[in-house]
């Protein structure tokens, strides 16, 4: 039942629209990507990550601990959750960025998309 409720409120808040507020390019490279989450913290409602330029993946997504691994693979940030114990999956996903927002389709770009505010 826990898991029940927070995948919905997880899958809410990672798929929520968002209005554009300027022009998201995509990141095509692994160097680019590392040079734009470096140091940052990705945030949206419920949502407060961490992905180090190492590969690692570290937070919080509505209240329950989220790690993972990534790599770049193809042009797609590819990665393997867990949230609160349970695993996520693995899943290559398009990035597109402003500088101060990014955002993450999955599927190589063809499913749903989360965009966070990188502080």
């Not at 899958?11 to 968002?18: G, N, W």
């Not at 190589?108 to 998309?113: D, E, F, K, L, Y």
Request: aromatic residues 8%; charged residues 15%; glycine residues 12%.
């Amino acid at each position: 039942m826990r898991l029940s409720i927070a995948l919905t409120a997880l899958t809410a808040a990672l798929a929520a629209a968002q209005p554009a507020h300027a022009e998201l390019a995509p990141i095509s490279d692994r160097a680019q990507f590392v040079e734009l989450i470096a140091g940052k913290t990705l945030t949206r409602p419920l949502v407060s990550l961490t992905v180090s330029p190492e590969g690692g993946i570290s937070g919080n997504g509505a209240g329950w601990d989220v790690s993972g691994e990534w790599s770049w693979q193809d042009g797609y940030f590819c990665r393997n959750l867990t949230w609160g114990g349970d695993p996520l999956g693995y899943n290559c996903q398009a990035v597109a960025s402003d500088g101060s927002e990014i955002r993450f389709t999955s599927d190589r770009g063809a499913g749903r998309s989360a965009a966070f505010t990188l502080r």
